[in-house]
C-alpha cells in the first residue's frame, strides 16, 4: 500500500509536475537567496531559491514576491516544497518573515502528512533558512546585529550519530525540542535519522531521554502529527533501547555530506554483533545455495529496512550473480528507487556475499 495524502497534497504534487501555470518547480534565474538542504544520496534533496523586490531605503524590508523550487524527492517533498512556495507568496513576507514559516505550517498547509513523511516539510524549512541568510549576506544585512542568529550554523561540527542520513547531535537536539518528539520512531517520522541501517536508534533515544529530562515542562507538549502519546506510569522506568543488532540488522554504509557538499561514502560495512548468513561460500556453492543466500540477505536485512519506510521487495529471479527484484508498496514507483536498489539492495547483497552480485529492478 502507499501513502495516504489528503486531496490538497496530491493535488500540489500533479500541478508541479505537470508545470501547470501558476507552480513554482524550477529556478529563480539571479536569485536573491538561494538555499539547499538535503543530499541525493539521501534519496531527499532541495534547492530553494526567491527574488525580492528591493527596498531602496532598507533591505530589511525586501520583500519576497518570487520562489521557486527544484527537489529530488517522493510526492510529499514536493508538494512540501510547492506549499512553501505558495505560504510565501500569499503572505508577502519580507526574508525576515519568511523566518517564521515552520514546518508545521507547511503541513497544515497539505492538511496533513503521514508522520514517516514529515521529513519533507522540515527540508523546507531548512532550505528557506539558508536561503534567508543567503539573502542577508548579499544585501549586507547584518543578521546577528537584528537578535537571528542561524540555528543550523554550528550543528554541521557536532558528533555524528546518523552516519547513513549525515544528521549531527546539535541537530537531531534542537528538531527534538523544536518539533516535541517524544520517540524514536517520531524522530525518524520527522528527520528521517534512524530509518535506514538503524544502527544509531539507541543513540537516538538516549538523546531523546537527555533532552526531556533537562526540559520536564515541555516533555507533555504535543508532538508534531498531533498522534496521542501515551506516558509512562508515575513509577514506570523508561525502556531500554532495543539491542541494536537483535533483529539481524546491521549498518549499511558510512554516508555524510562533508562541509563542502560533497557526498562522502565509505563502503566498507561496520559489522556489530550481528553474524553473516550463515551456508557455505557463496563463491564455492551450488546454485541453489546461491539463491538460498540472497533470499536470506535480503530477508533478514534489506526488506526490514524499505519496510519502516512503507516500501517492500520482491525476488523476481535468481540466474547466477544476477538478481531480478521488483520494488513494491512506498518503494514502487519511488523517484529515489534506483538510488535503493544501488545503495542498498545490491550494496548490501555485495558486501555480505559476493562483491558480483548485480541486481536488477523489473
Request: net charge negative.
Amino acid at each position: 500500500m502507499g501513502w495516504q495524502y489528503s486531496e490538497k497534497t496530491k493535488r500540489l504534487f500533479m500541478d508541479a509536475v505537470q508545470g501547470k501555470s501558476g507552480t513554482h518547480s524550477g529556478e529563480v534565474p539571479n536569485a536573491d537567496g538561494v538555499g539547499e538542504h538535503g543530499s541525493v544520496a539521501c534519496g531527499d534533496a532541495l534547492k530553494f531559491t526567491f527574488r525580492v523586490e528591493r527596498d531602496e531605503k532598507d533591505p530589511v524590508n525586501d520583500r519576497i514576491v518570487e520562489a521557486k523550487f527544484l527537489t529530488f524527492g517522493c510526492t510529499s517533498a514536493i508538494a512540501a516544497s510547492e506549499a512553501l512556495c505558495r505560504i510565501i507568496e500569499e503572505r508577502k513576507v519580507t526574508p525576515i518573515e519568511a523566518l517564521k514559516i515552520t514546518n508545521q505550517d507547511i503541513v497544515e498547509y497539505l492538511e496533513g502528512l503521514p508522520t514517516q513523511k514529515i521529513h519533507c516539510s522540515v527540508m523546507g524549512a531548512e532550505a528557506l533558512e539558508a536561503a534567508v541568510f543567503d539573502w542577508a549576506a548579499k544585501r549586507g544585512v547584518d543578521m546577528e546585529a537584528l537578535g537571528i542568529k542561524r540555528l543550523s550554523s554550528d550543528e554541521n561540527e557536532g558528533r555524528l550519530v546518523c552516519k547513513c542520513f549525515g544528521i549531527t547531535e546539535p541537530y537531531l537536539r534542537r528538531k527534538i525540542r523544536e518539533l516535541k518528539l517524544k520517540t524514536v520512531d517520531e524522530v525518524t517520522g520527522a528527520l528521517k535519522a534512524g530509518g535506514a541501517c538503524g544502527s544509531c536508534r539507541g543513540d537516538i533515544q538516549d538523546i531523546i531521554n537527555d533532552v526531556w529530562s533537562a526540559n520536564p515542562s515541555d516533555s507533555c507538549a504535543v508532538n508534531l502529527c498531533e498522534v496521542p502519546i501515551a506516558e509512562p506510569e508515575p513509577e514506570q522506568k523508561a525502556e531500554a533501547p532495543a539491542a541494536a543488532s537483535s533483529d539481524g540488522i546491521i549498518p549499511l554504509a558510512t554516508v555524510s555530506t562533508a562541509k563542502d557538499g560533497s557526498v562522502v561514502q565509505n563502503p566498507t560495512f561496520e559489522v556489530k554483533s550481528s553474524a553473516a548468513p550463515a551456508g557455505p561460500e557463496f563463491a564455492t556453492a551450488s546454485p541453489y545455495q546461491r539463491a538460498k543466500l540472497i533470499e536470506k540477505t535480503v530477508e533478514e536485512e534489506i526488506r526490514p529496512v524499505l519496510k519502516r519506510d512503507g516500501g517492500d521487495l520482491e525476488i523476481v529471479d535468481i540466474k547466477d550473480n544476477l538478481v531480478y527484484v521488483q520494488l513494491v508498496g512506498a518503494c514502487d514507483g519511488c523517484e529515489s528507487a534506483s538510488l535503493t536498489i544501488e545503495t542498498l539492495v545490491e550494496m548490501v547483497l555485495q558486501d555480505r556475499l559476493d562483491p558480483s552480485i548485480k541486481v536488477i529492478q523489473l
